[in-house]
């Protein structure tokens, strides 16, 4: 590719890769900071991005049995205590609600707090705690098994250091809770929601990802194994994707979720939780986007083609917009997501703007291909170079065939960029070495180092951790990386 | 219809209306109240109809080119403070986040809340002060509107005595936030809405309402008017099923949202804010449910056909099964909602929980109709009266008609009720005499009645509130009644 002058966005990835990052995410008009320390405010853009997200995913859990519901945002703090793992892992990052009234204050100048409350609540980190509560009362026999639920929400936990989408106080995403009445039954669970996962990251998102399962000291609060799918970002640091815990009888003997089972005995379920978050459009961002703004992967993209009609001439403008019009129409009969950017703005300023969206694909129409019936196409991922014109009858035969090539390109850019950065290496040395010459990427080792002194050492300097041990490995190997 | 002796709900709805509503919930499974205070948990059936809801009303809205966002749950103290009429209308009935850690306290027996904020925060009761402050920084220029922003989420309001779906401290809405570049758009958009809510009531949950406008006392806190729909329940009081409010520019005053327009001078826009909530869930129950339990509108239900295979001998088993399998392809074929129950469950016990559920169409398949390739069903509005028994393909060929006779049934009996028990009087007099004898309905009086004390004490004493001036009778008329 011929090299920049000037790109849309600035600082480049190269340059400062986190302010980039917002740049991107400004240039796109996705999200912003919100006057509420550590949230963000989804902008349009942003949230129909979350929103195909969460309805192409919904409609997989749905098939696979699971049922929507909605428990309370509140949680007793007496629930949070029972359960010492997850007190452990939550309580110093909680939203506590002590007050449930305002009043003015003796001046009357501000709003004050009153009604204290005799039992305060937190605001959900998440909410394995009330559902157990609940599976409690609903699960009475084996007939009751498995029982599947899940809730699109938002949760909160309490940030010092936020980043729109990755890290925020606030934040979305959906939580299932299932529960099974055997172990075998809850483990292939929990491996089937990490393959549901992986399948529609790769087949969705265009994200490829390590399926694995992580170290003790890296698991979830409560859980007895705790699954995940590890992504490589631009600068080589790691995203934890998407997490499916197996938790055991663990909740179930702290919250009494008992059932009587086809022999008249009674036992303990064995449950799961799973969650990916809002925090995998950070992801996106940061595994596709480029110097020049957002790349939307085209399955997922709220826009999927662009029409920018080009208007130089007013008395061409009637002929272009019905082209523009028609060419819209054709595309919207395949199902397409497609807008014609009608704006009273400069064709330039409209290009780049798309551009800087991550359009897919970006068609052209001026006075020219008006008259001729045709239309000139570029796709975002490969820029001018790919700029082509055709008839709109070709155009309409194919272009279904270009998304799917965006799409499958975008995931083998990734995946070879991952794949090129994971490199294996023997001990402590070889580790201290790779990081030393500022290595952007992955070490992966043989999992009994981990308990070696110099290979501790060395992860503690440059900020290391175990990111999982590879499915693909047979928990032979670690993977070892920075991660956000 | 035949008297009956047992009913599936206990109480009926002539005995105790509050306790039969709440047995309603229980026998059809949809919510129960949860361990946080006033808020309830919203079990699968129950959210799937709310889900419906959401989808059919969300894809009307983006129709409209109404954009979905998402604003913090957070709101600063102070933004609540800014508005004068908002103080009054919120600030004693807010959930208020004060400290951001929970700690373990002396003697390590409890966790206690800590890290106290300076600045206290809500959880937001409604958006229109956040949203307020963001459009005043994203709107510049006449170029940038309308702007039109919803969002789905949860909001909070304490409330000391709550019920189910009606009252909950945390409820479930969508709320619109519009700006227009002046007051004659804006009000078009706010009955635009409202006509939108009043098309949807009618259309998918076959739920009547009278449109009108809120007295001023009955005003949204900080609006100019407020536009709503009323519907009557089945006890004669009024719910307010949704609200379209036109805003002026008291919020865009408050919270500086200006643009430039085409003259190149500043105005202040104009908002509108509208909302219907999971309140109106309680409303289907009190409009349609009987004493044997829930009745679905079908074009909402989660369920639309339930089909009960009737196994007796296990002989017959695979045969029917099969038959019930192929009837619930045509169905599904047919664009359908269908489910067999096939639960280990004895036959009558599966028809109750159809029942009570309030699915709308009940399809009974045994030994006779799996060799007679027909089927025998029955409708969940007319009960056993309406049982047919009928072929397979005929079925098929016209389910959609006992659907949508279902519906318009529905809604008309609905309608039959309402107009039924609003009473046209003329003076304090009559007003008392009518609810003295416990009138399970609205009174319709002159508007310039409420000005008389006679007419406010009667009020007073029976607790009665204007619900509205119908716009059918051009502002004129005022409706009185009881209201949830």
Redo the contacts between chains.
Sequence with gaps: MSKKVRTAVTPTREENFPEWYQQVIKAADMAEN???RG??????YG??LW?NMQRIFDGWLKDYGV???????????????READH?EGF??????????????NEDGS??V?A?KLEE????RPTSET?IG??MSRWIRSY?DLPMK?NQW??V?R?EMRTRMFLRTS?F?WHEGHNAFANEEEAVADTTHILNLYDKFFKEYLAFPGIKGVKTPDERFPGADETYCIEAMMQDGKALQAATSHYLGQNFSKTFNIKYQNKESGEDFVHTTSWAFSSRMVGGLIMMHADDDGMMMPPRIAPTQVMILPILRDDADTDKIMAHAEATAQILREKGLRVQIDS??MRTPDKMWDAVKKGIPLRVEIGAREADEGTLTHVRRDLGRDSKTTESLSDFGAHVQGILDAIHDDMYQRAKDFMDARIVDIDDAKALDKLFKKKHDGFARMDVAQLEEIGVQKAMEAHKLTSRCLPLADEGKKVLIGKAY
Tied chains: 1, 2.
């Design positions: 919100s006057p509420v949230c963000m405010t989804i902008k349009p949230f129909a929103e049922q929507n519901t909605s428990f309370p945002l509140l949680i007793p703090l007496e629930y949070i205590s007190v309580a110093t990052e909680c939203a506590v609600v002590t007050h449930h009234r305002l009043e003015k501000a709003l707090p009604g305060p609540y937190v605001i009330i509560e609940a007939r639920l929400g938002n909160m309490w606030e979305f704006r009273d």
